[in-house]
C-alpha cells in the first residue's frame, strides 16, 4: 500500500496562484499513476486530477485550463500547479496512487493540505 503526503496549501486571494506537492515513496518504480481530488467542508469528495507513469493527464471541468499537473520521478513526487485560483476552489486537497486494492499501485487518500481562496 502506497502512503502519499501533500504539502503546499495556504490560503491565497482570488486570482492568485499555489503549488501542491504530493510525495509517494516508491510510486515512480511501481508505475504508478497519481489522483489528485478535494473536499470542501460539508461537500462530498470531488476528483480533480490525474497523471499516469508516462505523463498522460486529465482534469475535471472545473479546473481544466487553470490546473496542471506534473511529476518528478527522481524525487517521486507530483505536483499541481493552480493559477487563477477561484473561492470555489477553497477545499482540502488530497491525492493517492490509482492502482486497484491488492496491486502494487493501490493507496489510499493522503491527510491533504487545506487550501483557502478569499479576498
Known amino acids: 500500500r502506497v502512503q502519499s503526503v501533500e504539502s503546499g496549501g495556504g490560503s491565497v486571494q482570488p486570482g492568485g496562484s499555489l503549488r501542491l506537492s504530493c510525495t509517494a515513496p516508491g510510486f515512480t518504480s511501481a508505475n504508478c499513476g497519481m489522483h489528485w481530488s478535494r473536499q470542501a467542508a460539508g461537500k462530498q469528495r470531488e476528483w480533480v486530477s490525474w497523471i499516469s507513469s508516462d505523463g498522460i493527464t486529465t482534469y475535471d471541468v472545473p479546473v481544466k485550463g487553470r490546473f496542471t499537473v506534473s511529476q518528478d520521478k527522481a524525487r517521486d513526487t507530483v505536483y499541481l500547479q493552480m493559477n487563477e485560483l477561484k473561492p470555489e476552489d477553497t477545499a482540502i486537497y488530497s491525492c493517492?496512487?490509482?492502482?486497484?486494492?491488492?496491486?502494487?499501485?493501490?493507496?489510499?487518500w493522503g491527510q491533504g493540505t487545506q487550501v483557502t481562496v478569499s479576498a
Open positions: 493517492k496512487t490509482d492502482g486497484l486494492t491488492g496491486s502494487p499501485c493501490f493507496g489510499d
